[in-house]
């Protein structure tokens, strides 16, 4: 008595997951990928490169305390309104400081040449 071999059902039919079932539970939960890669030449380190790789949601991300991308202005235009404000100021300061060290030029050559009249 035989029976016929039969082939696996593809993955995600009987209970398995899908492609989105996956992505949608890594995103969830996230996943840290570490590795580092070392170079040596008798026994001198001369190159190391730290690789560290996150994925996950944004919400978990921001649940883990990770929002680089918020503060930095070629990813967000928050930022980068933020910055070009900062920078405006900046701009402001320096011309009022510098305006500030003209007048106050002129104020003290009139006082001295007030001075030179009233001796």
């Given at each position: 008595?035989t029976?016929?071999?039969?082939?696996?059902?593809?993955y995600?039919?009987?209970?398995g997951?899908?492609?989105?079932?996956?992505?949608?539970r890594?995103?969830?939960?996230g996943?840290?990928?570490?590795?580092?890669i070392?170079i040596?030449l008798l026994?001198?380190e001369?190159?190391t490169i730290?690789?560290?790789l996150i994925?996950?949601?944004?919400?978990?991300a921001?649940?883990m305390?990770?929002?680089?991308?918020?503060?930095d202005?070629a990813?967000s235009?928050r930022?980068?309104r933020e910055e070009?404000a900062?920078?405006?100021?900046t701009?402001?300061?320096?011309e009022?400081?510098?305006?500030n060290a003209?007048?106050?030029a002129?104020?003290?050559?009139?006082e001295?040449?007030r001075?030179?009249e009233e001796?």
């Open positions: 008595m029976t016929a071999s039969r082939l696996p059902e593809p995600g039919r009987d209970g997951a899908n492609l989105a079932d996956i992505l949608e890594v995103l969830d939960k996943v840290v990928i570490a590795g580092d070392r040596n026994d001198i001369l190159l730290k690789l560290r994925v996950a949601s944004v919400d978990k921001k649940e305390g990770i929002d680089w991308w918020e503060e202005p990813l235009s930022a980068r070009l900062r920078r405006d100021d701009a402001r300061h320096e009022l400081a510098r305006e003209e007048l106050r002129r104020l003290a050559a009139l001295a040449g001075t030179r001796s």
